[in-house]
């Protein structure tokens, strides 16, 4: 099995910045691909951003610019820097890998980043 624990979360002012990590644990075989989701109250999950192992990222189009997703292979560990911080990214955080495998994924409990308005 693989453990995912996310830290970082917090509330920040409008214009803030704040960086969140995800740490993988256990036994990982054949891992790709590792992501962050997020989901606000009484909305879907949602894609912010992405990035395999070899490096190659994705990022949804409303924090492109705003958001670094970044990896340690060495360290089992994927980070997202946020910046510039919205309001409308009020939300829990969730980590999440894919092992290929097993053809599984696996998500982490998720982590509150509260943005005021």
């Known amino acids: 099995q693989v453990q995912l624990v996310e830290s970082g979360g917090g509330l920040v002012s409008p214009g803030g910045s704040l960086r969140l990590s995800c740490t993988a644990s256990g036994s990982m075989f054949s891992i790709n691909y590792m992501g962050w989701y997020r989901q606000a109250p009484g909305k879907q999950r949602e894609l912010v951003a992405d990035?395999?192992?070899?490096?190659?990222?994705n990022y949804a189009d409303s924090v492109k610019g705003r958001f670094t997703i970044s990896r340690d292979n060495a360290k089992n560990t994927v980070d997202l820097e946020m910046n510039s911080l919205k309001v409308e990214d009020t939300a829990v955080y969730y980590c999440?890998?894919?092992?290929?495998?097993?053809?599984?994924?696996?998500w982490g409990q998720g982590t509150q980043v509260t943005v005021p308005s």
């Open positions: 990035i395999t192992s070899d490096g190659r990222t």
């Open positions: 999440y890998t894919y092992v290929g495998l097993i053809k599984r994924g696996y």
